[in-house]
Every structure is written in C-alpha cells, then in structure tokens.
C-alpha cells in the first residue's frame, strides 16, 4: 500500500532504469579492470525494486555490519550510489585490489580504505558518465566515503530524502568476477523524484521505442 502523496515506480521507469543503469554498471566495470590492472566481468546484473522497508535485509539485517562505498549524485539531478558488501566480501575486495591472495586482508585500515575510496571514484565516475552521455544530464560524482557500520545506520541516512515521496528504490545485485575470484555485493542506485522526472524528460530516442 502506497502513503497518500507518495509514487510508485512504474513499469516505464523500471524499464528506463533497467537500460540506464545496466549500461553504466558495465562501463563502471570497463573502468574498473583499467584500474586493478586485470579484466573483470560481471557474473550477475539483477535490477529490480523493493520496498524501501526492506532494504537492509539485502545485507543480511539491520544489525548486520557491512562497508559501504557511498558516492553521491550531483550536477543536473541528484541522488546517491551505494556499493555495499558484507565485511568478509569487502576484505575480499581489498585483496582483489592489491592483487594479494583471498584472505589476506583482516581490517580495514587507513590504506584499504583508500584502496576502497579510489575503487569508488572510479566506479562512479564511470557510471555517472555512462548515464550522462544516455540523458543528456551533467552529473558528477562526489568524493567517495567509505563507511563501516550496522546496515541500518548506514541506509537510513541514504534514504532520508528518498522516502519522502518514494516508497520502493533500485537494487542491482552484482558479482565481479576475476579469472580467480568473485566478488558479490549490491549496488544501490537511489535517485530523487527529482531525478526521475529530469531521466525521464531527458531521455536519450526514448519516444522511438513501443511500449
């Protein structure tokens, strides 16, 4: 049931997210491999919506802690891009990123974080240029945040101003995958209602396809 004053996400949208976002995930990848010097691939790439009530039971729980890599969305609309995985997948990413064998990594100090940082600008730079060049939008990236704590905590904040007339968001369930490893995570993309209507303004030949 949808609050009086609040949307939900129609089939047209979804649709238009399912391009937008697939297409940046992959370019955010291409940018990726360039950075840790190896070629990575995308195993999964599930795009659906859920309620936003239940979006830290993706991670396991409210409770559950995780790291998250937290990039915001600015210039012509705004919203958030969340890379979010369990502590042990993210060590495990850590290891990917320094080439060191799984299990190497057992905190996340000062220079994995970094390591985690860079990963996240590039990943959103890649992917916000992806859906600029599809939009016609000018959107930046902010510096990347990486942040350990109880799910919950972490997408509360994320959500604040997307709950206010949003009651589902987008969730791209992804695994990086090496010639030796894979890596599982989410990638949570969370536009404004501001962002939807500018997307859906702005898009890119969309009048040309039959709904």
Do not use: C
């Amino acid at each position: 049931m949808v609050e009086e004053g609040k949307s939900e996400i129609n089939q047209i949208e979804l649709a238009r997210w399912t391009e937008l976002v697939g297409d940046g995930t992959r370019s955010a990848v291409s940018g990726l491999s360039g950075f840790v010097g190896m070629d990575i691939t995308i195993t999964a790439l599930d795009l659906r919506t859920i309620p936003v009530a239940q979006a830290a039971d993706l991670v396991g729980g409210a409770e559950n802690e995780v790291v998250v890599i937290y990039v915001a969305i600015t210039g012509g609309a705004t919203g958030h891009l969340m890379l979010i995985y369990p502590i042990p997948i993210a060590f495990g990413l850590v290891d990917m990123l320094f080439g060191e064998e799984p299990g190497t990594t057992e905190e996340l100090g000062e220079m994995e974080a970094s390591a985690l940082q860079e990963m996240g600008n590039v990943t959103g730079s890649f992917f916000m240029n992806s859906v600029a060049d599809n939009t016609g939008l000018r959107l930046m990236p902010s510096p990347p945040t990486v942040m350990m704590d109880m799910a919950g905590a972490i997408l509360d904040a994320a959500l604040a101003d997307v709950i206010i007339d949003r009651d589902e968001l987008f969730v791209m369930e992804t695994v990086f995958s090496t010639k030796d490893r894979d890596i599982g995570g989410m990638l949570l993309v969370l536009p404004t209602a501001e962002f939807m209507d500018i997307m859906m303004q702005h898009k890119k030949d969309y009048a040309k396809v039959n709904w």
